[in-house]
């Protein structure tokens, strides 16, 4: 009751301190900022939801690069990494999706086009216009993946400019990177063309005990084909490709008893070789001038290829090969109407994703059977077929409230399919269905011209799905539902941004890892819980160089009612959920060309079970960043956890594993823009 209290003198405060301000200055900024976060362009200070925003030079400015790299900068925002690239839980307000369960409860849109799965998630992106995190759920106009919160990104589109740029990187632990992109009209105000690659490579920091070796080095490469064609005035068509690869070393997955957690002491070197490809076609065409009809086809490709030493040590105890494949296609349209104070988004979609599983089992062994086998082959195929309907509208009542409205209706198919093997004693085929119907409701009410507070009431899911890889008979688990209810605040002028928001979210049927036997976990519904939070968001312009920045987000999520047959884990706090995070600095830049960035970083404690018996410590990390940019020509100093602070995650996973922090890394970077 005092955490709500206070949220809420929290969120007065910085309303009267808008109202106090403004008063002084009636310029204002952020109602300039227009962005497609709901699927049509709108100005950010009228939407009501709370969203972190980041455009063209705030990517720059913060070296953002992938979804790890957003999540500092964005409160209640976190991915969760198993120590490897593929797999990552992103936790987004105390809510995140089980790792084997293949979901997400935060999605991903590049372009439009999601990530069906968790494999992929983390993935890397160059040559970005803007990013958009959506918190809250979203399933409204997202779906499934959107439970509680949406990253919405958008690449850069190619016009009549020609413009390019090439970045060149060192750094330490022999680190090298090479960016580069050209884009400008094939056919004057008709055609136009872009391409964009990348290339990263990093020596490891995990050493193998026997050979003396660092063999988590990192390598990607990235390439991007983008081409957009106006026929006519009215008519738009986009195609994108782009091709995303691996080669990556072993897995940072320590033994939660290595004395080192930087020193691997295993018979085995894994690697990674994911590879990942995404092809989308966008049409838009505009039937009158607050008319238009867009469609989005894509089909986005993941193949895992990557061998993994699972007891981390010397014993042939579970040794793994895994080669799967993820293919998700999507179809999506659209209609939009506008009128003098209405405007409304009326969509449908479908989707598929086939997944095929192949894992070999180069050694296992059972010290309760006493068994030891080599070189199984196991496999599981699945299906999921969905579609969707859903419906967005804005009503201005008057010139100062409006009424925001929202449903979806999903309904979805799941198969799956798996032959006996050795570590499972039957086949099994399952097929399970599920529909959801999704509601929103929200206002917003302009206090001024740059300041305004909305509220709103949402729902957001997640499908159930198939313990596939338990060794046990398959068993299945329903969806997940949260009813979700905010209030926020929403302040700007010439020199400042202000936003604030209060939150709290019911969480029925809560998927989570449950205990059938002593060695044996099943994702299972098996409890209820609530989230609760606050969160804050201020840019300050202290002079016409200085800016002064902070975001905080502090969160409780606490299980209600879950047992099992180890215990009782009521009122425990959910896994992989900080109860704070944030960012803090300062930047100058002045017209002389001199730049310079302070970051200070932050999480609070966090679980790794659901017994809170293993945690990680609240840490805090300071990134540094100064540099000379002229006009077409840039150059940076940077630092990345400049002071080396450590920071395992001791007891991940059940208490097996440690996940080691990464160490302090300093380099250079130079641009030159064309």
């Known amino acids: 009751m005092k955490k709500t209290r ?53 990517i720059e400015d913060k070296d953002i690069k992938s979804v790890e790299d957003i999540s500092k900068f964005t409160p209640n925002f976190t991915l969760m ?71 919405v990104i958008n690449t850069k589109q190619a016009s009549n400019e020609k413009e390019g740029y090439l970045t060149l990187g060192v750094g330490t632990d ?121 469609s989005i086809t894509a089909i986005n490709k993941v193949n895992e290829n990557s061998v993994f030493d699972g007891d981390a040590s010397t014993y042939l105890f579970f040794h793994t090969h895994r080669t799967s494949k993820y293919k998700s296609f999507l179809q999506e349209f659209r209609l939009k109407q506008k009128f003098d104070n209405f405007r409304y988004l009326l969509g449908m979609d479908f989707n598929r994703l086939d997944s095929n599983n192949r894992t070999k089992v180069l050694s296992y062994y059972n010290p309760t059977y006493n068994i030891s086998i080599n070189n199984i082959s196991t496999k599981e ?27 979806r209706y999903d309904k979805e198919e799941k198969k799956i399919n798996a032959p006996m093997n050795p570590l499972r004693p039957s086949s099994f085929y399952e097929k399970r269905e599920y529909s959801e119907f999704s509601p929103k409701i929200a206002v917003n009410y302009k206090i001024s011209d740059n300041n305004s507070i909305f509220a709103n009431i949402s729902k957001g899911y997640r499908p159930g799905g198939f313990n596939a890889f338990a060794n046990i008979q398959t068993t299945s688990y329903k969806e997940e539902k949260i009813i979700s209810y905010e209030i926020g605040n929403k302040f700007s002028t010439k020199d400042l941004q202000l936003n604030t928001s209060i939150y709290f979210m019911d969480i029925k049927d809560m998927q989570v890892q449950e205990s059938i036997s002593p060695s044996v976990l099943i994702i299972n519904n098996a409890a ?17 160089n200085l800016d002064l920045f902070a975001s905080t987000g502090f969160n409780e999520t606490k299980f209600d009612k879950f047992s099992d047959i180890n215990g009782n884990y009521s009122n425990n706090y959910n896994p992989n959920a900080p109860k704070y995070t944030y960012n803090m600095g300062i930047q100058y830049r002045n017209n002389e060309g001199y730049f310079a960035r302070l970051d200070l970083n932050g999480q609070g404690k966090v679980y790794a079970d659901k017994q809170n018996q293993y945690s990680r410590k609240a840490f805090n990390t300071v990134d540094l960043k100064v540099g000379y940019e002229l006009e077409s020509f840039d150059i940076y100093l940077y630092g990345k956890n400049i002071f080396d602070k450590k920071y395992d995650f001791a007891g991940y996973y059940g208490g097996q594993y440690t996940i080691p922090s990464e160490p302090r890394e300093v380099g250079v970077k130079l641009t030159y823009r064309f």
């Open 381 to 407: 195929d699945a299906k999921d077929n969905a579609k969707g309907i859903f419906f967005h509208s804005t009503y201005d009542i008057n010139h100062k409230w409006s009424l925001i409205t929202g449903f």
């Open 6 to 58: 206070a949220a809420s003198y929290l969120l007065l405060c910085s309303m009267i301190l808008g109202e106090n301000i403004y008063a002084k200055e009636k310029t204002y900024k952020l109602d300039e900022v227009v962005i497609s976060a709901q699927k049509q362009e709108e100005k950010l200070s009228d939407i009501p939801l709370t969203i972190s925003y980041f455009d063209e030079i705030a």
């Open 528 to 544: 209820s819980a609530t989230s609760k939070g606050l969160e804050l968001d201020l840019n300050y312009r202290l002079t016409s």
């Open 174 to 294: 022999s680190k090298k990177e090479v960016r580069g992109k050209i884009s400008g009209a094939i056919i004057e105000d008709k055609l136009y063309g872009g391409i964009s690659i990348s290339h990263k490579e990093k020596d490891g920091f995990i050493t193998q005990k026997s050979s003396g070796k660092k063999i988590d080095n990192l390598e990607n490469d990235y390439y991007k084909l983008s081409v957009r064609a106006t026929p006519s005035d009215n008519f738009e068509i986009s195609l994108m490709s782009s091709y995303l690869k691996y080669n990556d070393g072993a897995s940072k997955l320590n033994s939660f008893s290595a004395t080192d957690s930087r020193v691997l002491d295993v018979d085995l070197i894994g690697h990674n070789r994911t590879k990942q490809q995404l092809n989308s076609i966008k049409m838009k065409y505009d039937l009158s001038e607050n008319t238009s009809i867009e």
């Open 81 to 151: 990494s198993n120590g490897t690239r593929g797999a990552s839980t992103p936790s987004m307000r105390g809510v995140h999706a089980e790792v084997q369960s293949f979901q997400l409860s935060t999605g991903i849109y590049i372009d439009g086009v999601p990530s069906l799965s968790s494999v992929g998630f983390d993935t890397i992106f160059d040559d970005i216009e803007n990013i958009q995190v959506l918190k809250g759920p979203q399933s409204t106009l997202y779906g499934k993946n959107a439970e509680v919160g949406a990253i």
